[in-house]
């Protein structure tokens, strides 16, 4: 199996209660179930393609994120963990390797703690969630849109965005990306209420027994990247990964690290890496 496979996919519905949730499809292998966080849903990216080559990728959209309004029977971040189960219940896996960035990421760890024996392999980007408060999260509804735009960025100028064939100079202010992060910090800010942090969560965490990969982005100023060392520290059978000159979206803004890292720790294999990412264990 090669890129050729995990470069197809479909676009799909399915029926959870009274919700209807779409999500992509592609890949061939152990399923995978990836959630998305600030970076939203609506394309079939380069990581879901590189996921593909190892796993059979379902990449759900989490219910809101489609018309900006969470539905009223989801009011915390287990709601939506236990949604994402039904999610799985509904389109007929059980086991998966989990991926979860941002908002996503911590959907994940109340999954993982919920139904430990779903995960096989957990991993975990740029999380939120986490209880430190010696770094807390940002603030995301006292943030204006300049503020947001350094905390979520890197680079948040005019830049030259690295896509599968080549790049293309594109400022981040004006830019698709930034326009998906600024919406979906309302989506999760209307949904935590002030709550950055669960300090119940926290401590379960130590409890996740499935192998874990946490990475971040060095210069993220939305959770830094201390949370990652936290959690490294709490789940017994963790790896922690620092990427250098990323900010919260270390997939796109440092794309062949994040991807090299992620395709290793799903297959089992170790392996030197870039001087970008410093990898704790």
């Known amino acids: 199996m090669g890129a050729g496979y995990a470069s197809q996919f479909t676009r799909n519905t399915v029926k959870v209660g009274d919700l209807t949730i779409p999500y992509f499809k592609g890949g061939r292998g152990q399923p995978l179930l990836y959630l998305h966080g600030l970076s939203g849903w609506g394309r079939w990216e380069s990581y879901h393609i590189a996921f593909g080559i190892t796993n059979l990728v379902y990449a759900p959209q989490l219910p809101g994120w489609q018309d ?57 980007v740029d999380t939120m969630g986490l209880h ?50 600024w919406k979906s910090r309302a989506i999760v800010a209307k949904l935590v209420r002030g709550h950055y942090a669960a300090p119940e969560l926290t401590q379960e965490v130590r409890t996740i027994t499935a192998d874990t990969l ?8 939305i959770v830094p990247w201390q ?30 690290t994040f991807q090299r890292l992620v395709h290793n720790f799903l297959i089992g294999q170790e392996e030197e890496l870039e001087r970008d990412a410093m990898v704790k264990v």
């Open 227 to 256: 949370h990652g060392e936290m959690l490294a520290a709490a789940i017994p059978h963790a790896k922690f990964a620092v990427i250098a000159e990323a900010g919260h979206t270390p997939m796109r803004e440092k794309r062949e």
């Open 214 to 221: 946490i990475v971040w982005g060095r210069e993220d100023g």
């Open 132 to 181: 430190a408060p010696e770094a807390p999260a940002a603030t995301l509804e006292a943030m204006g849109e300049e503020a947001f735009l350094r905390a979520a960025f890197a680079q948040s100028g005019v830049v030259v965005v690295r896509g599968d064939f080549g790049g293309v100079v594109e400022d981040m202010r004006k830019g698709q990306e930034f326009d998906k992060q």
């Open 68 to 124: 900006g309004q969470v539905p009223a029977g989801i009011t915390s971040v287990r709601d939506y963990a236990r949604v994402m189960v039904q999610f799985l219940d509904a389109v007929g896996v059980g086991t998966v390797d989990l991926v979860g960035h941002s908002f996503g990421g911590w959907v994940a760890l109340a999954l993982t703690v919920e139904q430990p024996a779903r995960v096989s392999r957990l991993v975990l």
